[in-house]
């Protein structure tokens, strides 16, 4: 009896043993079966283990599965076992890269598993699935540490296998698959996601289109199960609000700017996983499983999934910024479709009016730009209720105590989302709001005191609308945009100038001079080359830069305006210009440009005399005849030259590309460059004549699109 009980110890030992190594047998098998394969296919030259099968491809596959089949039905769940870890070892063979190329179907040596499964007429799909319920419930101990990850091997081997499978051997699969399905919400989360993408997969691909309606319910509640679950996961880096602060927030450690241990262990990242796998399948999925009438029943679902994904949209920090970005994408999917507006409006709008809604990444960015559009676009209210709240700063509701500061930083704040609402919609769609976006800018542009932050605003605004609106709905602002930008180049000359004339006076002595050259600089604007009135400066810039570079057929009323920005023609400065810039830098702006905007809707200023007010040169100069007027790009260019005391080269000027792209500069030397290039008439056709670049033609829309992209976005810690 000893003898009998240590023989079957050996036996089962050995047992053990040989099944240990079926991993080793089927990923020898797989690449023998490939071989056959293709051994009589025009790839057979290829393979490099073609000589082994020769011309009997057939027969070795028969053989093979001759051998697999009574280990398969003997131990169907190490086979399993085995063939899914054989799976994943072929996909991970070229790491990463390999992993993402070859997709869920695995490609390549896992194609050719799920094949050799998919062959074994004794292991049918009800059996598969069956048999991987039992590795999901009680798995075979595998050696190493492979076995630890065994359960999340095995779905992903079945969603490859169903991914072969036809409609119909699908569809009759569903009563199986669904236990399946049941069992995976108890399981770790990556079990839990490949139990949705299970399920995406097969409602996708028509399961539906034979049940009763029985059988769609009980669908429509695994789905809510599963969902409910994954938002579960998706939600398990916040905290429930206190007492005090009712709402949900992200709990303290992702908040932090520095990674802690806590983040480490991959729970954010788990957390941003769920997030984006309900971005990519859920409202697919819903729309698929409920018909037009039952809608209504999604409503509360959803209603949990926002719970769980709205406090991430407003926590801006570096550590948390991947959850944002999944949270950003639960809102776009979810906004696509009109009946889930009640879900979101409320929490979007307010998202949208937080002070730190841009402190994000492009990727978040990008899923704004979607949700934004449909926030306004499927209502026909939410748009003038943003310019009505425009509107409304600086009246009777304002409260007794906001100061001015404060008023202006809320103007800024509200048109930087108004620019933001229009460049995400489509061209002229807000074309009959155009009167009321005009008075509300001119409005801004009135108020006083008038702050940079403001200034900027309304420049982003003009950028905006002038690739958005077509050149009949913009005539009328043009004024304004045209006087704004003059302006805004007499005060960068001014100060250029001051700077000159304090450089000269300090090393002349004269203290009294220095605190004299520092004084107004016109229009009733205390400009300096602080940080914020930079922005200013770069603003304007930047609209000068992006009318230079659409064509003349989508600006054509600044083709009118635009010889007092720039030169046009290649033709050196005339005698004149040499003698006004050598020799009276501070030279006042002419007439023809006040007089083209004087009646423009919105001017805060404009010119007596033809001489701009407040300008440091201290002496008054005639007004210069028509011909003899000085763009105010060539004025500039000798300014900031006069002042670094050398030449400047210009920048490059690529066809069809905006020039500056930076977001901030530190002075206005960095624009330097680009107004020696305007200054010397390098236009982007005569760039492009002189180069021989190809005569395809690229829209500078989708340049222009990306910088104003870049503006939007805000820094975050």
């Known amino acids: 009896r000893k003898s009998s009980s240590a023989n079957k110890d050996h036996l089962t030992a050995a047992r053990q043993s040989l099944l240990s190594m079926t991993p080793r047998m089927v990923v020898a098998l797989t690449s023998l079966w490939k071989a056959a394969s293709v051994s009589s296919s025009a790839d057979s030259n290829n393979s490099s283990m073609v000589w082994l099968v020769g011309s009997g491809g057939k027969a070795v596959k028969g053989m093979i599965l001759e051998l697999l089949s009574p280990l398969a039905k003997a131990h169907p769940t190490h086979f399993l076992a085995a063939v899914s ?94 236990d399946l399905l049941r069992d995976c919400l108890s399981l770790r989360p990556a079990s839990v996601f490949l139990a949705l993408e299970i399920l995406h997969q097969s409602v996708t691909r028509g399961i539906l289109t034979n049940m009763d309606k029985k059988e769609i319910r009980e669908v429509q509640e695994m789905t809510g199960k599963l969902l409910e679950t994954v938002s579960g996961i998706g939600g398990s880096m916040l905290e429930a609000g206190t007492w005090l602060r009712g709402t949900r927030t992200v709990k303290s450690h992702v908040e932090g700017t520095e990674k802690t241990e806590y983040s480490k262990t991959g729970e954010v990242q788990t957390a941003a996983t769920a997030l984006n796998l309900l971005a990519r399948h859920m409202v697919n999925i819903l729309d698929i499983i409920y018909t037009s009438e039952e ?307 919105g001017v805060r200023g404009g010119t007596k005399g033809g001489r701009v007010p407040g300008s440091a040169g201290g002496g008054t100069i005639p007004p210069l005849q028509a011909q003899d007027f000085v763009p105010h790009v060539a004025r500039i260019h000798k300014l900031i030259q006069e002042k670094v005391g050398r030449e400047i080269p210009p920048c490059p000027i690529p066809a069809g590309e905006p020039c500056l792209t930076m977001k901030s500069i530190d002075s206005l030397t960095d624009l330097g460059p680009w107004f020696s290039a305007l200054s010397n008439s390098l236009t982007r056709q005569q760039t492009k004549t002189l180069q021989n670049i190809s005569t395809v033609s690229r829209s500078p829309l989708s340049f222009l699109e990306k910088i104003i992209e870049q503006d939007f976005l805000e820094s975050y810690s």
């Open 85 to 178: 870890i054989a799976r994943w070892e072929q996909n991970n063979e070229g790491g990463v890269a390999a992993r993402s190329s070859k997709g869920n179907g695995g490609g390549g040596a896992g194609a050719t598993i799920v094949q050799l499964v998919s062959s074994l007429k004794i292991f049918p799909m009800t059996t598969v699935i069956a048999t991987l319920r039992q590795i999901l419930k009680s798995p075979p101990p595998i050696s190493g540490s492979l076995g630890l990850r065994l359960e999340v091997y095995a779905m992903e081997f079945l969603s490859a296998y169903l991914t072969s499978l036809n409609q119909t051997v699908l569809a009759e699969a569903w009563t199986s698959l669904k």
């Open 295 to 601: 809608k209504e029943k999604v409503l509360p679902l959803l209603t949990t999934v926002m719970y769980n994904t709205v406090p991430y949209l407003r926590n801006h920090t570096k550590a948390g910024m991947s959850l944002l970005q999944g949270a950003s994408r639960v809102l776009a999917s979810v906004s696509e479709y009109p009946y889930t507006r009640r879900c979101w409006k409320k929490d979007g709008l307010d998202l949208l009016l937080d002070p730190a809604f841009f402190a994000m990444d492009y990727e978040s960015l990008k899923s704004w730009r979607t949700t934004t559009d449909n926030l306004m676009t499927h209502d026909k209210t939410t748009f003038k209720d943003l310019l009505t709240r425009i509107a409304s700063l600086g009246q009777s509701n304002m409260s007794l105590f906001s100061s001015k500061e404060l008023e202006q930083e809320q103007r800024a704040l509200l048109l930087k989302r108004l620019a933001f609402v229009i460049f995400c919609s489509d061209i002229d769609q807000h074309q009959k709001h155009m009167p009321d976006i005009t008075d509300r800018l001119s409005e801004c542009l009135r108020s006083v005191p008038l702050s940079p932050s403001v200034l900027a605003a309304v420049f982003l605004c003009f950028r905006v609308i002038l690739i958005r609106m077509s050149a009949m709905h913009v005539a009328f602002l043009w004024p304004v945009i045209i006087t704004e930008m003059v302006i805004i180049f007499s005060t960068i000359q001014n100060l250029i100038s001051s700077q000159i004339t304090q450089k000269r006076k300090k090393l002349s002595g004269d203290q009294n001079a220095v605190q004299n050259a520092a004084g107004n600089l016109g229009y009733g604007l205390e400009a300096t080359d602080s940080a914020p009135w930079l922005n200013v400066y770069l603003a304007v810039c930047k609209l000068l830069d992006q009318v230079v570079l659409l064509p003349s057929s989508q600006l054509p009323q600044f083709q009118m305006y635009k010889w007092a920005f720039i030169r046009e023609g290649s033709s050196p400065p005339s005698s004149s210009e040499q003698h006004l810039n050598s020799n009276n830098i501070n030279v006042p702006i002419g007439a023809p440009v006040a007089s083209s905007t004087k009646g423009g809707k």
